[in-house]
T-cell receptor, first 112, second 115 residues
């Protein structure tokens, strides 16, 4: 079956630090990959996605590249801000298996 | 509507009571999903609708849980004889056509507390 393994949290960084949140997956076929973000008190929002190998998703300074050879979709940002404090979820969605399969989430706290 | 809406936003109930949670998807979205977010369990899939039919109910945790969708729009998730372990945030999402590449848009959730 499908599964997503995500970097354990919580993660605490100083403002302007470099961020990496690791995500690897197991799936049959060619899934689409997503990063969702949940800001405090808000619902889940799509941050970025990639639908095929070597695609790079990007949004709000975050990037993630779909690496089929390593089955990974690591989230990166070069310089984090306090406003990036949130819980980040890696997820996949496979053809013929319409649900999203989520990782456990990584809580990120950025301190000024 | 502009986004996925859910009601109520919060629900406190006593153990053993039945509850109904409502989801209004984005207008025109054909596929609708229910998930549950609970402490220690992360985000779990419950059920998926394409139109009014449910091709995948594999995530419903027990026969106390049921859901329906009418008119290809509003969906109701019903939990009968609630238990304390049902306490969680219940999330609804919709997507335009259900293909894997498309984005699922989530509602704000219903926070359920069973006392």
């Amino acid at each position: 079956g499908n599964s997503v393994t995500q970097m354990e949290g919580p993660v605490t960084l100083s403002e302007e630090a470099f961020l990496t949140i690791n995500c690897t997956y197991t799936a049959t076929g060619y899934p689409s990959l997503f990063w969702y973000v949940q800001y405090p008190g808000e619902g889940l929002q799509l941050l970025l996605k990639a639908t095929k190998a070597d695609d790079k998703g990007s949004n709000k300074g975050f990037e993630a590249t779909y690496r089929k050879e390593t089955t990974s979709f690591h989230l990166e940002k070069g310089s984090v801000q306090v406003s990036d404090s949130a819980v980040y979820f890696c997820a996949l969605r496979n053809f013929g298996n319409e649900k999203l399969t989520f990782g456990t989430g990584t809580r990120l706290t950025i301190i000024p | 509507g502009a986004g996925v809406s859910q009601s109520p936003s919060n629900k406190v109930t006593e153990k053993g009571k039945d509850v109904e949670l409502r989801c209004d998807p984005i207008s025109g979205h054909t596929a609708l999903y229910w998930y549950r977010q609970s402490l220690g369990q992360g985000l779990e899939f419950l059920i998926y609708f394409q139109g009014n039919s449910a091709p995948d109910k594999s995530g419903l945790p027990s026969d106390r849980f049921s859901a329906e969708r009418t008119g290809g729009s509003v969906s109701t998730l019903t939990i009968q004889r609630t238990q304390q372990e049902d306490s969680a945030v219940y999330l609804c999402a919709s997507v335009l056509s259900g293909t894997p590449q498309e984005t699922q848009y989530f509602g704000p959730g219903t926070r359920l507390l069973v006392l």
